[in-house]
């Protein structure tokens, strides 16, 4: 190996350069030992090597020692980057040598041989160089090696140990074929030891370490330490530099793959980018959250390591496209305009001052704190009222997207919670699928008859719409798909149902009921000029002036061909006129342009309903009562006669259900514990068979509300007095004669208007839904409110005889 002063190392062949030891005996001058300063050669004794003279000063003491024949002293650097090192920067030990010959070099350079002798070590400096110019010197000692025994068979093993050893390390680097070969041929083992620390790339401090080291046998076996780490420093390096190169020729066989793929798809469909190129443009422009796009990298990559014609590439494409077309924090501008939001909403709806009351303050709340919650609201009411159309009206006025997702008759738990992506066909839920099409996180979403949904052996959806529904849990809403968190908690909820005695507790709980009662006969006949009308003569593309109804054709068509508590029937009936109008005007025919109630039979048939009215109270044992349905309120008449029999019997027809029938039960015993005070005869309950019944005996009827009214109807049948006229009642009893309040008071109320009823019996308890009505609805009735059967039956009855009086 070459070793200089500059340490450009490199081994040279020694085999034709003369050496005569007896030309380099020369005794070397202790007391001014001239010196060359090397940068990293630590040369230890009896080893023979050439090296490069760079500097100057090393050239000047290089060439006195061949002049002169005397030895000079070769000592290492502690700085190895220090140009113009002094004998403080020297290490305290080095090795006196000889210099052989010196050899110019092509390039201008200088390569001087030399041979070690002993180490020494400086004691001091020394005044004056024999080298002279400015070379170093110092005063020096020798230190001889303890050398083993020469058949010390623990020294021979070492060194076999750390020939063999040196001799793999050497067997597969490139340039060292001559040390390889001194090292195996080599026949001195102390020079063999020598030779190999002069030449290892060990670090400057370790071969300084080992030089220092005077017993031959130690410094073999740290040697031998310090090449066994060299090993395995080695072999660590070699296996990273195999896994390194396994992973680049796996990088470089992808890419090359990549690039094949790439000009078989150009070659087939020309330029157009491949499907990752096109979703990473997407991704780039959609604001992901962290864990979203670390899961959208890793689903992109397996999409790039799938083959496109199979299966499962296609559902990884799907799978994509619906991370990329969810609307990850990306919401709509809200309106900031109450006004306007309140100006909508009554453009859009006719009446409903309370349900809009409700929507208009939650409005406020939204706009005064958007970052708040949105509870969930529930509309419930009859058919045609407008419920699902307020939904959209709530998006306008808050200025947010809208999107509808019907309910109605689901039966499957993963339609609202989504399939897994390991079924085939698999989707994302309702909720997801609609949000991903409206686009935006803050949309409207109206969840259509909710009261609707089923349950089966797929699962019950209302226990999903659980955590969709729940403002604290929907913020981490998990659908089965996406398989993802997706924050639904910006998303405002409007729910509809005609009823909800079909929803669970958990999900009433979770809502906010806003009821949609029926609307008055004048609200319709405003609804229909206002909105049915003008939509459906836009529709037909008909104007104005070619075709009007008068008020009172309206309230006809509502009265004799509807029957309902909304105006959906209503829009129906309207919209058979006008085609019929059309039909006239496309076969050039006459027809009257203002319709009126005359001209309604002939477009619309014979009448379909009949008009509730009161019929009077000439009779004993009618009483009207009224009812609730699903379509509004209805009156009801319930009629009880008396005739001969034997026992005690109670005869009920009309169709009555398990409830109303134990009212009667209630209602007759009620009135026999208090037959003396009504001044009804003991025997006529032996004598006499009571039989209550409920016209329209084709319709199913049922309810607590006729407790009040079977009881009246009772005690009349069997006084024969008289009930007071234009009355009618609702209200439950129970077995001690207490009035018990009841539901749907409004769509009573509007029902006995309608049928020309002056007077109604109800609750005390029911006074507060009464004062919630608008003084509109309830103007020119009179409410008797009462707390027990007798108050009831005082009210109800006159003193009078029916005129048809039987005497029993």
């Known amino acids: 190996m070459n070793n200089s002063d500059k340490d450009n190392h490199k081994i040279i062949s020694l085999g034709q350069i003369d050496i005569d030891p007896s030309k380099f005996n020369a005794e070397p001058d202790l007391d001014a030992l001239p010196l060359l300063a090397t940068q990293n050669l630590v040369l230890f004794p009896g080893v023979t090597i050439p090296i490069s003279l760079v500097r100057i000063s090393s050239q000047f003491t290089a060439q006195y ?29 080095g090795t006196i040598a000889d210099v052989i010959k010196i050899f110019d070099l092509p390039d201008g350079g200088h390569t001087a041989i030399i041979r070690a002798r002993d180490k020494f070590h400086i004691i001091g400096s020394a005044e004056n160089s024999n080298a002279g110019g400015n070379a170093l010197a110092a005063k020096v000692e020798i230190v001889k090696d303890a050398k083993p025994r020469r058949n010390d068979k623990d020294f021979v093993a070492v060194v076999q140990a750390i020939k063999n050893l040196t001799l793999r390390l050497l067997k597969d680097m490139d340039g060292m074929q001559e040390f390889f070969l001194n090292v195996q041929n080599f026949p001195d083992p102390i020079g063999l030891v020598n030779m190999i620390c002069t030449q290892s790339p060990f670090p400057t401090d370790q071969k300084m370490a080992l ?45 090359f793959l990549q690039q094949q793929m790439e000009a078989i798809r150009q070659e087939l469909y020309g330029d157009n980018d491949d ?26 990559d397996k999409l790039g390591r799938l083959n496109p014609q199979s299966p499962d590439y296609s559902v990884q494409y799907s799978y994509i496209e619906t991370l990329l077309e969810l609307p990850w924090n990306k919401y709509s501008d809200l309106n900031t305009d109450l006004n306007l939001a309140k100006d909508i909403l009554d453009a859009d709806h006719y009446g409903l001052p309370k349900v809009k009351e409700r929507i208009l303050e939650q409005i406020a709340v939204l706009l005064n704190n958007p970052e708040g919650k949105a509870p969930i609201l529930c509309l419930v009411g009859p058919p045609g009222v407008g419920k699902t159309s307020l939904g ?105 149902a005609n009823t909800l005695t079909t929803l669970s507790q958990p999900l009433l709980d979770r809502m906010e009921i806003i009821d949609l009662s029926g609307y008055l006969l004048e609200e319709k006949i405003e609804i229909a000029n206002r909105h049915i009308i003008p939509r459906l003569l836009k529709e037909f593309k008909l104007k104005k002036s070619q075709l009007s109804f ?37 076969l050039k025919e006459k027809y009257p342009h203002k319709i009126q109630p005359k001209h309604l039979k002939g477009y619309l048939g014979l009448e379909r309903y009949s008009k509730d009215l009161y019929e009077g109270n000439e009779f004993a044992g009618v009483v009207t009562g009224l009812a609730w349905t699903a ?54 309950f032996e004598k006499y068979q009571l039989h209550v019944h409920v016209p329209e005996g084709a319709i199913p009827k049922d309810g607590p509300s006729a407790g009040i009214t079977m009881a009246t109807s009772i005690v009349s049948a069997f006084t024969q007095r008289k009930v007071r006229s234009c009355l009618a009642m609702t209200g439950e ?17 509007l029902a006995a208007k309608r049928a020309g009823i002056t007077d109604i019996i109800l609750s005390v308890e029911n006074r507060k839904d009464v004062e919630d009505i608008d003084a509109m609805y309830i103007s020119g009735l009179t409410f008797h409110y009462v707390k027990t059967v007798m108050e009831v039956i005082d009210k109800a009855l006159l003193d009078e005889k029916v005129a048809h009086y039987r005497e029993l």
Do not use: W
Request: aromatic share 6%.
């Open 65 to 93: 020692a061949l002049d002169s024949k005397n030895p000079i002293g070769i000592v290492c650097q502690r700085n190895p980057e220090d140009d113009a090192p002094t004998l403080e920067s020297l290490y305290d030990y």
């Open 211 to 255: 030089l220092l080291e005077d017993n031959v046998k130690e410094r073999a076996k740290e040697l031998l330490a310090q090449l066994t780490r060299q090993e395995q420093m080695l072999l660590v390096a070699e296996e990273i530099q195999s896994s390194a190169r396994q992973s680049f020729d796996q990088q470089q066989r992808h890419a």
């Open 275 to 300: 499907d990752l190129t096109v979703f990473r443009r997407k991704a780039d422009e959609i604001d992901f959250p962290a864990n979203v796009a670390a899961v959208f990298d890793k689903e992109l």
């Open 392 to 496: 959209q009206s709530v998006a306008r006025a808050l200025g947010r997207k809208y999107q509808r997702v019907s309910l109605g008759g689901l039966h499957d738990e993963a339609e609202i919670r989504g399939h897994r992506r390991t079924y085939i066909g698999a989707m994302p839920g309702r909720i997801i699928d609609a949000v991903k099409r409206v686009g935006t996180s803050n949309p409207v979403l109206l969840l259509d008859e909710i009261d609707k949904i089923g349950s089966d052996f797929k699962g019950d959806p209302s226990a999903a719409l659980l955590e969709v529904l729940d403002p604290e849990q929907n913020c981490r809403f998990h659908d089965n798909y996406v398989d993802i968190d997706y924050d639904l908690s910006k998303v405002l909820f409007i729910a509809t």
């Open 550 to 586: 008068t008020p009172e054709a309206i309230a006809h068509i509502i009265e004799n061909y509807t029957s309902e508590s909304g105006v959906r029937q209503l829009e129906k009936q309207i919209s058979k006129i006008i085609r019929k109008i059309v039909l006239a005007l496309m």
């Open 631 to 684: 379509v509004g309120g209805e009156i009801l008449f319930i009629e009880s006669s008396l005739s001969r029999a034997k026992g005690d019997k109670l005869i009920l027809t009309g169709n009555l259900g398990n409830v109303m029938k134990e009212s009667a039960a209630i209602a007759l015993q009620y009135v026999k514990s208090h037959s003396r005070e009504l001044g009804i005869d003991d025997e006529l």
């Open 733 to 749: 009893i129970t077995l001690r004669g207490k009035v018990l309040p009841v539901g749907g008071i409004k769509e009573k109320i």
